[in-house]
T-cell receptor
């Protein structure tokens, strides 16, 4: 069966460091991969989308990579800030059209 | 005002009761979705609708029903609530073009005693 894995343990890092979150998947051939941020008591908010033929996508301090051979996406936040503390969700989309399958999310804690 | 509004934000009810969760959007999107979120399990799709006349079951539709009253409104019903339906419920919308992001409401926290 299709499976998306994100590290369920919280990631704790120091302010100013680069945070790297991992999303691994099996039995899936996604056309697109999306990353969302979720704050407590709020709905997920879209951050970045990367296509299967793209290796890397950047937006300000955010960078996403997508390796379809390893079946893995990495999500980087450079120069992290306490305001970056949140849960980050990856979601995979096939070619059927805007049907997302979400991972369980990883909680990031950035300490001042 | 929020683009995707869910009501109520919190609800506590008893086993066997009928419950309706409502979602309205001002984004003008045709596609709407209902998810539930449980700790460690991520978001799981309950139902989705690609336009007013289109309703589709998602991964976990048993025990739920939906109604798409208009382009802007999509409601989720639990006909006879049971405790394992206690969860956080999210509504989302998306445009019709491919690979569009989904826009979420802030959720309904539902507790069934």
């Amino acid at each position: 069966s299709q499976k998306i894995e994100q590290n369920s343990e919280a990631l704790n890092i120091q302010e100013g460091k680069t945070a790297t979150l991992t999303c691994n998947y099996t039995n899936y051939s996604p056309a697109y991969l999306q990353w969302y941020r979720q704050d407590p008591g709020r709905g997920p908010v879209f951050l970045l989308l990367i296509r299967e033929n793209e290796k890397e996508k950047r937006k300000e301090r955010l960078k996403v990579t997508f390796d379809t051979t390893l079946k893995q996406s990495l999500f980087h936040i450079t120069a992290s800030q306490p305001a970056d503390s949140a849960t980050y969700l990856c979601a995979l989309e096939g070619n059927a059209g805007n049907m997302l399958t979400f991972g369980g999310g990883t909680r990031l804690m950035v300490k001042p | 005002d929020a683009d995707v509004t869910q009501t109520p934000r919190n609800r506590i009810t008893k086993t066997g009761k009928r419950i309706m969760l409502e979602c309205s959007q001002t984004k003008g999107h045709d596609r709407m979705y209902w998810y539930r979120q449980d700790p460690g399990l991520g978001l799981r799709l309950i139902y989705y609708s690609f336009d007013v006349k289109d309703i589709n079951k998602g991964e976990i539709s048993d025990g739920y029903s939906v109604s798409r009253q208009a382009q802007a409104k999509f409601s989720l019903s639990l006909e006879s609530a049971i405790p394992n339906q206690t969860a956080l419920y999210f509504c989302a919308t998306a445009g019709t073009e491919g690979n569009q992001p989904q826009h979420f409401g802030d959720g309904t926290r539902l507790s069934i005693l």
